[in-house]
């Protein structure tokens, strides 16, 4: 196919695709998805060979948010059934990110909810961090606190973090139907603070809101356009309580093509299959890792993933290998905008961050409960009725600090 040659060989070259290039993998057909995969696959493995990053998440406090994200189970208003607690204590937080560096994750991400953190919280993260990197001064922190104020993003830094997660979820023309408490613009201005204070920018999309092939390819230009160094792909979970419970758009093989538009777009950057993996490339996951070189070990904030075992046996089986903590994630090339960046204080503009990334969540928000591990979304399918949940894909997460259940790593 034309269309793949191109995008094969200006991925190899680090090139970026044009935009109806890239809706054009969109819309390829179900028959041609594992040419699609299989270029892809070609670019992934040019820039990262067979190394797949392993990230785990820490829910630092859960609930209690007054944003209106219309995806979000801690939303205001939100009924689902996940468990509502204040901050953790720096012990707490560690434990928990342990668990996850033994099951080989190399990069733990804190996250709150919230519309953005206080300096009182900030303090309370430095604490936690300091806990973490005592424990192991070698594992990378991401942090993801919502909306920063000045200065916030020096203070993580100077504190140790190496990474800011603030995802951009979908398109500017569309950011006012899935959230009336902030803009498009102040999430912009966020990722432009983390990445001026000289932190990592992580950075990523929401699939599967009822967005258009032109939405997903614009916000996907746009995150390259702001420097991201990690793009997270969430996959919507539809969870019950929240306005998007019935939103059931997405099939493994939409999901699959989505993941590779992103790669073509971002041939030499970090590509996170984020939350709902499980849930929407249900036993198609391997495919996944031929195209992204990221996932999320274990559990996420409010949804349970598969047990983070089953996770290190999927990379074995499909002939990939976890990345281990000395091994730089990005090219090299890439590794030194940003080690330069960092050095000098990072780029404060976008349009310095849209130069640091040529060339080239933490998932959505969530929490743990004690809830049974039964659905949590309605899901019409076209033989089901419309009340019917779909208790064998989404569980409410259980586990983890924050439960008196050991963390799923």
């Known amino acids: ?67 209106d994200c ?43 909810s919230g519309r953005g953190p206080t300096d009182r919280d900030i303090d309370r993260v430095t604490d936690t961090m300091a806990a973490i990197k005592e424990a192991d001064p070698a594992v990378e922190i991401c942090v993801c606190l919502g909306l920063l104020s000045d200065n916030q993003a020096e203070r993580l830094k100077a504190a140790g ?27 912009v201005d966020t990722v432009q603070k983390a990445h001026g204070a000289g932190l990592s920018a992580c950075s990523g999309l929401i699939a599967g809101m009822g967005e258009t092939d032109e939405d997903l390819v614009d916000v996907v230009f746009a995150l390259r356009e702001l420097g991201s160094d990690s793009v997270p792909v969430n996959f919507l979970i539809p969870f019950e309580g929240t306005p998007l419970a019935k939103e059931w758009n997405l099939t493994p093989q939409r999901c699959l093509r989505i993941l590779a538009m992103v790669r073509f777009v971002n041939p030499d950057t970090e590509v996170r299959i984020a939350g709902g993996r499980e849930v929407h490339l249900r036993t198609m996951q391997p495919l996944g890792l031929h195209i992204a070189n990221s996932i999320f070990l274990g559990d996420y904030l409010t949804s349970e993933g598969q047990a983070g075992q089953a996770d290190l046996d999927m990379i074995k089986d499909a002939g990939f290998e976890v990345e281990g903590a000395g091994e730089a994630t990005l090219p090299r090339h890439r590794a030194d905008i940003a080690e330069a960046a960092q050095a000098g204080g990072g780029c404060g503009t976008a349009a310095a961050a849209s130069a640091c990334g040529s060339g080239g969540g933490c998932g959505p928000c969530g929490g743990h409960s004690h809830a049974p591990a ?23 997460r259980r586990r983890g600090a924050g439960t008196e259940l050991a963390p799923n790593a």
């Open 1 to 67: 196919m034309d269309l793949l040659d191109t995008l094969t060989a200006k991925g190899l070259r680090g090139e970026v695709p044009t935009r109806e290039e890239a809706l054009a993998v969109l819309a390829t057909t179900d028959d041609e998805l594992l040419d699609v995969v299989a270029a892809a696959g070609k670019v992934r493995r040019r820039w990262f060979g067979r190394r797949v990053k392993l990230n785990y998440l820490v829910n630092l406090k859960s609930g209690l948010c007054p944003e």
């Open 70 to 112: 219309s995806y979000c189970s801690q939303r205001l208003g939100s009924k689902a059934e996940i468990l509502k607690y204040t901050w953790l204590k720096p012990d707490q937080a560690a434990d928990a990110a342990r668990a996850g560096v033994a099951g080989g994750a190399k990069r733990v991400c804190l996250v709150a």
């Open 374 to 396: 039964q659905a949590d979304a309605d899901a019409p399918a076209a033989e089901e009725p419309e009340d019917e949940l779909r208790s064998d894909l989404v569980k409410v």
């Open 161 to 187: 973090a190496d990474a800011y997660n603030h995802n951009l979820n979908t398109s500017e023309n569309t950011y006012g139907a899935i959230t009336k408490t902030h803009t498009y613009a102040d999430r």
